[in-house]
Every structure is written in C-alpha cells, then in structure tokens.
Nanobody, 123 residues
Framework: QVQLVESGGGLVQAGGSLRLSCAAS????????MAWFRQAPGKEREFVAA????????YYADSVKGRFTIARDNAKNTVYLQMNSLKPEDTAVYYC????????????????WGQGTQVTVSS
C-alpha cells in the first residue's frame, strides 16, 4: 500500500513558478514509478510528467516540456514537480500517482493516487 499526499499548490501569476511535492508512505517508495496528472474543470484528467522508480528516466507532456521538471528523492519518499513559466492554461487540480515498477503515461494504469492540490494561474 502506498499513500500519497500532495502539497505546494496555490495561486500564482502567469510567468511565475510553483513547486509541488508529493510525500509517500511506505518503505518501498523506491520501487514505484511516479507521475503527475492534472484535471481542469470540465476536462479529462491528463498526463503531465512521470519518472521511473530509479529516477533515471523522465517523461513529459508536450504542453509542459521545457517548463516543468519532475524529480524524486527516494531517501525522503518524495516526488516533486517544479513548474516554471506558468500559463493560465496550467490551471487545474494536480494529482500525484504511483505505480509499481513500470512507468507509464496512462492514468488508468496507476493504482495509487493523492487527493490533489489546486494550482491557479492568473493572467
């Protein structure tokens, strides 16, 4: 079992930055691929970024590539999402997700989810 708790969301002006954190419970965090997804009102949940269990591989949605960076600290059981050059279209609830071993960009394949943290970018 893995429990995930996100933090770091908030209100920021366009062009600003935020760093989201996702703290995981359990002693096997390093065995899990981690990802961030987001869901805007009236839209489907969409993939943002993912990182392999070792941290060696990262993946990004085209819409955030070059602006967002995913990283993990297995010693702290935490995954991060650094978001720079934020745009109003980045406004959404951001969710952290975990999947044993194999990283994927499909939300349906992640079995563990956090409660989400709201990110609002004003123009």
């Amino acid at each position: 079992q893995v429990q995930l708790v996100e933090s770091g969301g908030g209100l920021v002006q366009a062009g600003g930055s935020l760093r989201l954190s996702c703290a995981a419970s359990g002693r096997t965090f390093s065995s899990y691929a981690m990802a961030w997804f987001r869901q805007a009102p009236g839209k489907e949940r969409e993939f943002v970024a993912a990182i392999s269990w070792s941290g060696a591989s990262t993946y990004y949605a085209d819409s955030v590539k070059g602006r967002f960076t995913i990283a993990r600290d297995n010693a702290k059981n935490t995954v991060y999402l650094q978001m720079n050059s934020l745009k109003p279209e980045d406004t959404a609830v951001y969710y952290c997700a975990a999947r044993f071993r194999v990283v994927t960009m499909r939300a349906a394949e992640y079995g563990y989810w956090g409660q989400g943290t709201q990110v609002t970018v004003s123009s």
